[in-house]
């Protein structure tokens, strides 16, 4: 009993440690992200969620995250990165056809256009709503795959700051 004990004494600080600071395993809901997640409706995705890529500031142009809902803050949300700080994009029906994204923030969309509520409806998101990176699916089987961190073309954006890079796959 006693080593069972020390065991769980000693396993849940690390256990607490590893998913605040590395990441977890979370459920796909929607299908906003369609086709890259998703794809067929009557299976779900789940994916890894990389908190360290957040942590370390290395998020770029067609990475997908997890944030926060500007809306519902109780509500995770995950989306495409489609343009960083200083960055100029085009909307898809936003109040302004063009937008300087400002400092400290990035534009985000769903990979299914005109099926996701993200900065097309609710502009620029502030960097500190990014809680994870999305990284891998983890089930089911058969979708077992590293997402790839590409932007479609058409969705690149009209200007890259300078202070900015992009890798385009």
Same mark, same amino acid.
């Given at each position: 009993?006693?080593?069972?004990?020390?065991?769980?004494?000693?396993?849940?600080?690390?256990?607490?440690?590893?998913?605040?600071?590395?990441?977890?395993?979370?459920?796909?809901?929607?299908?906003?992200?369609?086709?890259?997640?998703?794809? +067929? $409706?009557?299976?779900?995705?789940?994916?890894? *969620?990389?908190?360290?890529?957040? &942590?370390?500031?290395? !998020?770029?142009?067609?990475?997908?995250?997890?944030?926060?809902?500007?809306?519902?803050?109780?509500?995770?949300?995950?989306?495409?990165?489609?343009?960083?700080?200083?960055?100029?994009?085009?909307?898809?029906?936003?109040?302004?056809?063009?937008?300087?994204?400002?400092?400290?923030?990035?534009?985000?969309?769903?990979?299914?256009?005109?099926?996701?509520? +993200? $900065?097309?409806?609710?502009?620029?998101?502030? *960097?500190?709503?990014?809680?994870? &990176?999305?990284?891998? !699916?983890?089930?089911?089987?058969?979708?077992?795959?590293?997402?790839?961190?590409?932007?479609?073309?058409?969705?690149?954006?009209?200007?890259?700051?300078?202070?900015?890079?992009?890798?385009?796959?």
């Amino acid at each position: 009993m006693y080593r069972f004990l020390k065991s769980v004494l000693f396993g849940i600080p690390i256990g607490v440690t590893f998913l605040d600071c590395v990441g977890y395993v979370a459920r796909v809901d929607g299908i906003s992200m369609q086709p890259a997640l998703n794809p +067929d $409706s009557s299976q779900t995705d789940y994916v890894f *969620l990389s908190r360290w890529a957040v &942590r370390s500031n290395n !998020i770029q142009r067609g990475h997908i995250v997890c944030l926060i809902s500007p809306k519902d803050p109780t509500q995770k949300i995950i989306k495409r990165v489609v343009g960083l700080q200083g960055d100029v994009v085009a909307t898809l029906g936003y109040k302004q056809e063009i937008v300087r994204v400002p400092e400290g923030h990035c534009w985000v969309e769903g990979d299914h256009t005109g099926h996701s509520l +993200d $900065s097309n409806t609710f502009g620029p998101i502030a *960097l500190g709503l990014m809680t994870a &990176r999305a990284s891998f !699916i983890v089930w089911p089987p058969e979708r077992w795959q590293s997402l790839p961190s590409e932007l479609p073309r058409k969705r690149i954006p009209i200007q890259i700051a300078k202070s900015s890079t992009y890798q385009q796959a």
